[in-house]
């Protein structure tokens, strides 16, 4: 194919998915373009829930105190039982923040105020979207995917090495690949509705009906706007009047209550939940992430936080191939992220059972914090190790100090596209050969970092000499001991952080 690559990367979709990815790769200089077919952006409140690990992955990106300032927490529930009484408990189990895991308690941010810090953070950093344009055909060879996109002017083909559909739960590249999409309906057909209303406090989580199919209803104060989010099971079919009228009928007939009126609908949905998951994350040079890959029932709010993470992971993959590192590298995302879409999916279907009965407090399960991947090629312990942090695991925060006296958080060090490797009680001289890309840190005598309340050794389980690897997106990739730092190396060039001939990384 002689056509001229118009960039390293197509992204096609613009949801949360699509802008995390486009972040990762506009952090590390890789040309891009990514497209979205709607005209303007989604102004919808679909996924609202921040779990605590996508709010780590929210801090690396340089956006986490914007995130936080657009939303809120949960406020507590209150339902409202048929013989007039009142119970008002918390949604959610919060437990403190602790130096390990600084992130806890769940944000309630509405979707379209999520993706557009994502946007402006983009912006930041010298891109943005290009809307109103749509991905019509495309085909891959060995070198390359050409693209026939269809704009507001005319149709263009362009020329990419990768391509990554994060095109929705109805994705065009996932059906143009012919990847199958196996899964269930899961019977349970709902309204979702962003609406201003007369007659309700916004304290609360209002929920009337709750373990009847036919009339629950809850009402959500949207954090960072003066909307609800209204929330409910419908028929099965037939048609759903969604207007402001129709839906203060709704909310009339369900709460028992004539004082609580519609007065305004910003965005409003009728949709039948589903479980899917695709059979196959990458065809050759395309791939597949967020509710392209694998769409959930909303109980719990695992799908956006899920396909974050999905770009998250994939995105500083994709950046090493390009700059040099295996192929294989790139196996490694369908491998890690799908296992992890079927375990969430499993998730979000058992909390909707006990939804359906009236039963949605939620805890730790729904953090995601817990994610691993054991079994990964980029998981390596020598020895191998049966206690304490293990390869695969999510990297734990700590409280440092450095050399100079200043405290230091560990995802301050890991903050940033670099590999992150700390030596745990060596000698200064002790380590592998510094080279881009890999920044290396170790405590013990003339170290940088002090580890003054031992929360190093104790969260990640090390003993004197070992060492421990970090990757970009905060897992943590591999563990040694100091007779077995030689075996870091084949490791370090699978990443593509290979010393070269004039001693420097690629």
């Known amino acids: 194919m002689s056509q001229k690559i118009s960039a390293d990367v197509l992204i096609c979709g613009a949801g949360a998915a699509g802008l995390t990815l486009a ?19 989604f102004c919808g409140s679909r996924g609202k829930g921040i779990q605590p690990r996508t709010q780590e992955v929210f801090e690396d990106l340089g956006v986490i105190d914007r995130i936080v300032a657009a939303g809120g927490t949960y406020p507590p529930q209150c339902e409202y039982r048929e013989d007039g009484s009142e119970d008002v408990s918390d949604v959610m189990t919060l437990p403190a923040p602790t130096d390990a895991e600084p992130y806890q308690i769940p944000l309630l941010v509405p979707q379209f105020l999520t993706e557009r810090v994502l946007r402006e953070r983009l912006q930041e950093l010298g891109h943005q979207v290009d809307y109103g344009v749509k991905l019509v055909a495309f085909e891959q060879d060995e070198d390359g995917v050409t693209a026939r996109m269809a704009g507001p002017a005319q149709e263009v083909v362009e020329r990419f090495r990768y391509l990554v559909g994060a095109d929705g739960g109805r994705s065009f590249v996932r059906h143009t690949l012919a990847i199958d999409f196996p899964g269930k309906t899961l019977g349970v057909r709902a309204l979702v509705a962003d609406v201003e209303i007369e007659g309700l406090s916004r304290d609360f989580w209002h929920r009337f009906g709750e373990g009847d199919m036919a009339r629950q209803i809850s009402i ?41 009126v519609v007065t305004a609908v910003s965005w409003a949905s009728a949709f039948h939940m589903n479980a899917r998951l695709a059979d196959r994350y990458r065809v050759g040079r395309v791939f597949l992430a967020g509710d392209a890959a694998h769409t959930h029932p909303p109980t719990g709010g695992q799908g956006l936080n899920t396909s974050v993470q999905d770009a998250y992971n994939l995105g500083w993959k994709l950046a090493a191939v390009l700059a040099g590192a295996p192929n294989d590298l790139l196996d490694t995302y369908e491998a890690e992220r799908r296992p992890i879409a079927a375990q969430m999916l499993g998730l979000a279907t058992s909390l909707l059972e006990a939804a359906k009965a009236g039963l949605i407090r939620r805890g730790r399960e729904v953090h995601q914090l817990d994610l691993c991947y054991p079994g990964s090629r980029l998981a390596m312990e020598n020895p191998a190790r049966d206690n304490g942090a293990l390869a695969g695991d999510r990297a734990p925060d700590a409280i440092m100090q450095g050399a100079a006296g200043q405290q230091i958080r560990l995802f301050n060090l890991f903050c940033g596209t670099h590999w992150t490797l700390i030596g745990h009680e060596v000698e200064a001289g002790d380590g592998p050969r510094p080279r881009p890309g890999l920044h290396i840190h170790r405590t013990g005598p003339r170290g940088d970092l002090i580890d003054t309340g031992a929360e190093l050794k104790t969260h990640y389980g090390l003993s004197s000499g070992e060492w421990v690897l970090v990757r970009p997106d905060g897992y943590i990739g591999a563990i040694v001991t100091a007779d077995e730092l030689p075996s870091l190396e084949p490791y370090l060039a699978f990443v593509g952080l290979e010393i070269g001939s004039d001693g420097n990384g690629r």
């Open 23 to 41: 972040i990762e790769l506009a952090r590390r200089a890789i040309p891009f373009r990514i497209i979205e077919q709607m005209q303007d952006p």
């Open 220 to 260: 959500c104060p949207l954090a960072g706007t003066g909307m609800f989010q209204v929330q409910g099971p419908i028929a099965l079919d037939g048609d759903v009047d969604l207007s402001a009228a129709g839906l203060s009928a709704i909310l009339a007939d369900r709460s028992g209550r004539s004082d609580l």
